[in-house]
């Protein structure tokens, strides 16, 4: 059974930090590209950041360049996120997720596997 469990998310003020958490089970998570993705109420679910199966290429969402970063533990099954300068906007579910193909994905149905996501609140 695969499982992807998400974790740090919480309440934060304007320009604070969170260091989201993605743990993974029940795949191989070393052969697989990850991403996260967020989605605020009454929007859509939009890409956020995804990083290979290597660990060697990221890409990142326009309103999120500079400030997150992507990165991944393969000893550890782990994908994290480290979000910094934090704004109200950035306030959403976010949720990480898993591509079979390996390859950095921006494209939400290209993956194969999702988490059930953590709430971020940004307080202004």
């Known amino acids: 059974q695969v499982q992807l469990i998400e974790s740090g998310g919480g309440l934060v003020q304007a320009g604070g930090s969170l260091r989201l958490s993605c743990v993974t089970s029940?795949?191989?998570?070393?052969?697989?590209?990850m991403g996260w993705f967020r989605q605020a109420p009454g929007k859509e679910r939009e890409f956020v950041a995804t990083?290979?199966?290597?660990?060697?290429?990221?890409v990142y969402a326009n309103a999120v360049k500079g400030r997150f970063t992507i990165s991944r533990d393969n000893a550890k099954n782990t994908v994290y996120l480290q979000m910094n300068s934090l704004k109200s906007e950035d306030t959403a579910v976010y949720y990480c997720?898993?591509?079979?193909?390996?390859?950095?994905?921006?494209?939400?149905?290209?993956?194969?596997?999702w988490g059930q996501g953590t709430q971020v609140t940004v307080s202004s």
């Open positions: 997720a898993a591509d079979n193909s390996g390859l950095e994905n921006t494209g939400i149905r290209g993956y194969d596997y």
């Open positions: 029940g795949l191989t998570f070393s052969t697989k590209a």
């Open positions: 990083i290979n199966w290597r660990g060697l290429r990221t």
